[in-house]
């Protein structure tokens, strides 16, 4: 797969190019070219506030209540990257942003971290050894923002397109010393006090499990256009055994549909509580595209994770009080997007994806903020830092 950007030029960005370009070739060139040059800046300066793409810019500043986070598994700085060349560079949610920082992955037994050891240091503040969930490299268990959130009254919720069970969504809730315990890890599910969980993992319940949550107040449903009928209270969507189809293959709009019924739900329930929520959003097919060093597949999966951001971003518009978090467990793949040609005096040189493994990489991962606080992270963190930030933010340290 391969884009082809044109040749820009300067007189395709301003309208004195064909000035500026006669002066450089003057005499007197050097004088002129300060001159312009310091025109040219402050040109730009002056116009850049005013040249946004998005007309609606939710609130940055007053107190944290709602936060939204969203997490795109394997999704590093190429991932997000690849999305933006091949849109053509059309305006993309990821545009949206309001601030970005950068965090390191490493885990606690290795500089390269999978995404059990990753999804707990996101969702606890703590470092662990790779295939842990939830819990210190000695067995210790620590609490997830999540799991102080249910702890405080507040609604809760998880999306994703892999199962309930899956690293990630389960560093939220569960305590387990091995990743692929799914007996385990599904009985923390059923003990979370989580309020909405939407994604896969239906084949891991037992009947009398379900039976527990039903006891619970939670509906089940295994279509996600049932969600039609639900605007609030407790609801477990489990729409497959394993994990959901990809984005290539019959999923559809689950993602952002899912993300915005969530949303609506904890809404009405937060205001009938008088308390905000918590809502963790998991893009986590991403990685596996990366695994399977499939361009295609990464850009419908971006493309999907995407349409979940911009839904994300629309409710904190609309919200004050929201923030919005988008970022990364770690990088997979190891993708880098270089040029066809060594030739830059080309007019289209275009450019193509390499993948440098079918694991992950140690670089360091992106965070896009959006809404409120979104400036009151910055910087490079580490994974935990993060967290940590993110709890202080929503009063839960």
């Known amino acids: 797969m391969t884009f082809r950007l044109k040749q820009c030029k300067y ?15 003057h005499e007197k060139s050097i004088l002129y070219f300060n001159i312009m040059r310091r025109l040219l800046f402050l040109l730009c300066a002056f116009a850049l506030p ?10 940055s500043g007053g107190e944290v209540k709602n936060l939204i986070y969203m997490i795109g598994d394997g999704m590093g700085l190429a991932q997000v990257s690849l999305l933006m060349i091949e849109r053509g560079y059309e305006p ?3 545009d949206r942003a309001q601030n970005v920082a950068l965090v390191s992955t490493y885990s606690a037994n290795n500089r390269v ?3 059990a ?15 842990m969930l939830g819990q210190t490299p000695d067995g210790a268990p620590v609490e997830s923002m999540i799991a102080r959130a249910v702890r405080g009254g507040r609604p809760t ?3 994703v397109t892999s199962t309930l069970q899956h690293a990630t969504p389960a560093a939220f809730y569960a305590h387990a010393a091995d990743r692929d315990d799914d007996r385990t890890i599904t009985e923390w599910l059923v003990r979370s006090g989580v309020d909405v969980l939407f994604g896969g993992g239906g084949g891991s319940f037992s009947d009398e499990q379900l039976a527990v949550l039903r006891g619970k107040g939670y509906r089940i449903v295994r279509d996600p256009d049932q969600l039609d009928a639900v605007s609030s209270g407790k609801v477990l969507g489990l729409f497959a055994d394993g994990h959901l189809a990809s984005a290539r293959k019959g999923r559809g709009d689950y993602l952002p549909r899912a993300t915005q019924k969530a949303l609506e739900i904890l809404d009405a329930d937060a205001r009938e509580t008088g308390r905000g929520f918590l809502l963790m959003v998991e893009g986590s097919q991403i990685d596996w595209a990366g695994h399977d060093n499939d361009a295609e597949l990464l850009l419908a999966e971006m493309t999907d994770f ?7 971003m629309d409710f904190a518009d609309d919200h004050p009080g929201t923030l919005v978090v988008v970022t990364a467990d770690h990088e997979t793949g190891g993708l880098s997007i270089p040029s066809n040609e060594e030739d830059f005096h ?8 390499d993948f440098s493994t079918g694991g992950h990489s140690g670089t360091l991962v992106p965070v896009y903020l959006y809404g409120t606080g979104a400036e009151r992270i910055n910087g490079i963190l580490d994974n935990t830092e993060l967290a940590q930030r993110l709890m202080q933010l929503l009063g839960l340290e």
Do not use: M, W
């Not at 395709?12 to 070739?25: M, T």
């Not at 005013?50 to 609130?59: D, W």
């Not at 995407?306 to 994300?312: G, L, W």
């Not at 080309?346 to 193509?352: K, Y």
């Open 50 to 59: 005013f040249g946004a793409v998005h007309a609606r810019t939710a609130p």
């Open 11 to 25: 007189s395709d960005l301003f309208g004195i190019g064909g000035v500026f370009g006669y002066i450089c070739n």
């Open 157 to 159: 919720g998880e999306v």
């Open 117 to 131: 050891a990753a999804g707990t240091a996101l969702a606890t503040g703590r470092k662990t050894d790779n295939g």
């Open 346 to 353: 080309l007019s289209d040189s275009g450019v193509q994806y």
């Open 92 to 94: 993309v949610a990821f």
């Open 306 to 312: 995407d349409r979940a951001v911009s839904a994300a």
């Open 113 to 115: 971290t999978d995404s």
